[in-house]
Antibody, heavy 117, light 110 residues
Framework: QVQLQQWGAGLLKPSETLSLTCAVY????????WSWIRQPPGKGLEWIGK???????YYNPSLKSRVTISVDTSKNQFSLRLTSVTAADTAVYYC???????????WGQGTLVTVSS | QSALTQPPSASGSPGQSVTISCTGT?????????VSWYQQHPGKAPNLMIY???KRPSGVPDRFSGSKSGNTASLTVSGLQAEDEADYYC??????????FGGGTKLTVL
C-alpha cells in the first residue's frame, strides 16, 4: 500500500520561503511523477508542479519563477520550495503520486501553510 | 493555463442521478483523453474517482462514470447516496507535462 507523509512549517511571514517535504512509503518510486498541489481555504485545487525520479521537473507557469521541486531518491522523498510568499500563498498544500497522464492516485494528508505578518 | 470551468453546485435526491460538467479548451480537455475526477470530503485529501475520462480505480463504485464530448467532460453519479455529498474536482492533462484543475462543484444530496 502506497502512503505519502508530508511535513513542513505551517506559519510563515511575507517574503519568507515555504519548504515542505513528502516521504513515500510502499510501491515503486521510479516510474511515476511526484506532484505538489495546493488549495486555498474554501477554494479549488491548483497544480503547482511535479518531478520524476530522474529529477525532471515541470511547473505551473504562474508559479514557475518562485517554485523549486527536488527529489532525494535515496530516501524516497521529494520537496517543495516556494520563495517570496505572500498572503495569497496561504493554502493547504498536498503532495501526490501522479501518472504520466496527469491523474493523482495517492495523496498526502495535506499541510496548512498560513502566511501572515 | 486557465482553470477548467465547473458549476459551483449540483444537487439531487437519494437514488437519482446527477451530472457535473467540466469545460476546458482544445489545449486540455479537448486535446487529450486524460481527464480525471476527484471527490473531496471536508477536511480530507481528494480521492481519485475517474481517470482517463472514464476509467474507475479499484474500489470506486460503478455508480460513478465519466465521459467526454469535445472540450467538455462530465461526471455522472447514479443512484445517489448520502455519502456522495462532497466537493468534486475535474483535472486534465494540458500538454507539456502540465495539469490543470477545475474550480470544483459542491454536490448536495437532498
Amino acid at each position: 500500500q502506497v502512503q505519502l507523509q508530508q511535513w513542513g512549517a505551517g506559519l510563515l511571514k511575507p517574503s519568507e520561503t515555504l519548504s515542505l517535504t513528502c516521504a513515500v512509503y510502499g510501491g515503486s518510486f521510479s516510474g511515476y511523477y511526484w506532484s505538489w498541489i495546493r488549495q486555498p481555504p474554501g477554494k479549488g485545487l491548483e497544480w503547482i508542479g511535479k518531478i520524476n525520479h530522474s529529477g525532471s521537473t515541470y511547473y505551473n507557469p504562474s508559479l514557475k519563477s518562485r517554485v523549486t521541486i527536488s527529489v532525494d531518491t535515496s530516501k524516497n522523498q521529494f520537496s517543495l520550495r516556494l520563495t517570496s510568499v505572500t498572503a495569497a500563498d496561504t493554502a493547504v498544500y498536498y503532495c501526490a503520486r501522479s501518472a504520466s497522464t496527469g491523474e493523482c492516485n495517492y495523496w498526502g494528508q495535506g499541510t496548512l501553510v498560513t502566511v501572515s505578518s | 493555463q486557465s482553470a477548467l470551468t465547473q458549476p459551483p453546485s449540483a444537487s439531487g435526491s437519494p437514488g437519482q442521478s446527477v451530472t457535473i460538467s467540466c469545460t476546458g479548451t482544445s489545449s486540455d480537455v479537448g486535446g487529450y483523453n486524460y481527464v480525471s475526477w476527484y471527490q473531496q470530503h471536508p477536511g480530507k485529501a481528494p480521492n481519485l474517482m475517474i481517470y482517463e475520462v472514464s476509467k474507475r480505480p479499484s474500489g470506486v463504485p460503478d455508480r460513478f462514470s465519466g465521459s467526454k464530448s469535445g472540450n467538455t467532460a462530465s461526471l455522472t453519479v447514479s443512484g445517489l447516496q448520502a455519502e456522495d455529498e462532497a466537493d468534486y474536482y475535474c483535472g486534465s492533462y494540458a500538454g507539456s507535462n502540465k495539469v490543470v484543475f477545475g474550480g470544483g462543484t459542491k454536490l448536495t444530496v437532498l
